[in-house]
Nanobody, 120 residues
Framework: QVQLVESGGGLVQPGGSLRLSCVGS????????MSWYRQAPGKERERVAV????????IYADSVKGRFTISRDNAKNTVYLQITSLKPEDTAVYYC?????????????WGQGIQGTVSS
């Protein structure tokens, strides 16, 4: 079965950095588009970064461009999210997402989420 396990969250001061990791299993990781989403308190979940499987294209939300970097290591079935220059508004639960394409359709799978808190 598909599993996504995030790690690396925590409490960080403003201006600091975080590196989130997500290990996937139960699917062909190298052929899967992986994304990071986040959900801040009282807000809807938003996609912040995508790393496509085929062309290796990276897409970022406007709100995080220049501070967030998504990367992947297919040999380790892992996708990363490096966050720098953290702001209090980056406080959120961060979710790893795998979009599996099968039989012409797609299904989203989610990790359990990991808390990232930016506070002094």
């Amino acid at each position: 079965q598909v599993q996504l396990v995030e790690s690396g969250g925590g409490l960080v001061q403003p201006g600091g950095s975080l590196r989130l990791s997500c290990v996937g299993s139960g699917f062909t990781f190298s052929k899967t588009t992986m994304s990071w989403y986040r959900q801040a308190p009282g807000k809807e979940r938003e996609r912040v970064a995508v790393f496509t499987s085929n062309a290796g294209i990276r897409i970022y939300a406007d709100s995080v461009k220049g501070r967030f970097t998504i990367s992947r290591d297919n040999a380790k079935n892992t996708v990363y999210l490096q966050i720098t220059s953290l702001k209090p508004e980056d406080t959120a639960v961060y979710y790893c997402n795998a979009r599996l394409v099968l039989n012409g359709g797609s299904t989203d799978y989610w990790g359990q989420g990991i808390q990232g808190t930016v506070s002094s």
